[in-house]
């Protein structure tokens, strides 16, 4: 096995692009769950999957933060960028406890400390 | 490969246009926290990417963009996609290699010269 | 257009056995990301790394092109990848979604899970996003 760690550049996190944001977590825990440490930087529209309260059931779709507990659970790592949460007005206390804000340029060692990247 | 064996440490490819959506200007924000602590950038722009390197931008990407191109960041454009974009070579912004080959180009760099690759 | 048929067996060109894997998740016209994705594939292969391509979400719709178009078609280079021998594989989960089965996609495609893409994901040696 040539990779060990996977960092998921996630740029989309709203109900709008859902195919976008379920397709990265879902990729992120079959990863994660088969062995591999994954990280998930959420970023730009991609920090809007970690709010907290999110309820889409009259709109059809499973809530995201379903698939981000069992990321958790099963040992991911989230990120959440500060710069893109202050552009959409988020405070740390609207998004899930369990995510670490970090400072967009600390996606740089990152990116390079992971064996791959991918961006949703 | 060991981190020598790599002329540079990240490569980015840019297929979106500057004002498209906000994740190459990201990326190009990215580069520059790397350079500034010691790594070596390249970008490679194709698709709609190829509109970075145009002259004349009033927009903050241009300006990142000549700034990382003083750093020495190395900077490739496909020039199917220029020529596709009615972009001249004269129109190009100074400093940047236009490739005449560029899927060539672009694979001998992901595979042969960068050690981390990110793409939008 | 820089990516042929006919230039496979350049002897000047080495043999890595590097592995490269796409990963394409946007369907066909919508962008360019699948038109890139399978030129990038075919140069790669043509260059002489292993290549593994898979679709993912709307990526997998590429698949679904199996007719003759008299305009660019991503099929068509999907077509050419398959007879240069490069894998591609569709997400099961997506194709499910999407009702996509072997019967209505282009033969040599295969539907997998997405254990596929992690194996590819542990063995390779660089993997590109298009589409994202």
Same mark, same amino acid.
Do not use: E, M, P
């Given at each position: 096995m040539?990779?060990?760690? +996977? +960092?998921?550049?996630? =740029?989309?996190? =709203?109900y709008g692009r859902d195919d976008d944001t379920y397709g990265a977590l879902l990729q992120a825990n079959h990863t994660l769950a088969w062995g591999m440490d994954v990280t998930l930087v959420l970023v730009e529209d991609g920090v809007l999957v970690s709010k907290k309260g999110q309820n889409p059931s009259k709109i059809g779709l499973p809530s995201n933060l379903n698939e981000l507990t069992d990321f958790i659970e099963l040992g991911g790592k989230l990120l959440v960028v500060s710069e893109s949460l202050e552009q959409r007005g988020i405070r740390k206390e609207e998004i899930i406890d369990e995510a670490e804000v970090i400072s967009f340029r600390d996606i740089v060692p990152l990116v390079e400390n992971h064996d791959l990247s991918l961006t949703f | 490969m060991t981190k020598d064996e790599y002329e540079i440490d990240l490569g980015f490819i840019i297929t979106k246009a500057p004002l498209e959506s906000s994740l190459g200007e990201g990326l190009l924000t990215l580069?520059?926290?790397?350079?500034?602590? %010691?790594?070596?950038? %390249?970008?490679?722009?194709?698709?709609? %990417?190829?509109?970075?390197?145009?002259?004349?931008?009033?927009?903050?990407?241009i300006n990142k963009l000549k700034n990382l191109i003083e750093k020495g960041a190395t900077i490739t454009v496909s020039k199917d996609n220029l020529d596709a974009a009615g972009i001249e070579k004269t129109d190009v912004l100074e400093g940047i290699t236009i490739s005449e080959k560029p899927y060539q180009d672009l694979v001998a760099l992901v595979m042969e010269?960068?050690?981390r690759v990110m793409t939008i | 257009m820089e990516t042929g048929d006919d230039d496979m067996n350049n002897p000047d060109t080495e043999k890595p056995s590097k592995v490269l894997t796409i990963l394409l998740i946007k369907g066909p016209y919508v962008s360019e990301a699948a038109d890139i994705a399978f030129q990038t594939a075919l140069k790669a292969k043509q260059m002489g790394y292993i290549v593994n391509v898979f679709l993912?979400?709307? @990526? !997998?719709?590429?698949?679904?092109? !199996? @007719?003759d178009k008299n305009y660019n078609n991503p099929g068509d280079w999907l077509k050419r990848l398959i007879r240069k021998e490069i894998q591609v594989t569709l997400c099961e989960r997506c194709s499910n979604a999407r009702d996509l089965t072997e019967e209505n996609i282009i033969k040599g495609v295969k539907i997998a899970g997405s254990t596929k893409l992690i194996d590819y994901l542990r063995d390779s040696d660089k993997v590109l996003t298009f589409g994202g």
């Open positions: 040539k990779n060990h760690s +996977l +960092l998921i550049y996630c =740029t989309h996190g =709203t | 580069a520059h926290h790397a350079i500034n602590n %010691g790594k070596n950038v %390249g970008f490679f722009f194709i698709s709609d %990417g190829v509109w970075f390197v145009k002259k004349n931008q009033k927009n903050t990407t010269k960068w050690r | 993912y979400l709307d @990526g !997998t719709w590429n698949s679904h092109l !199996t @007719g």
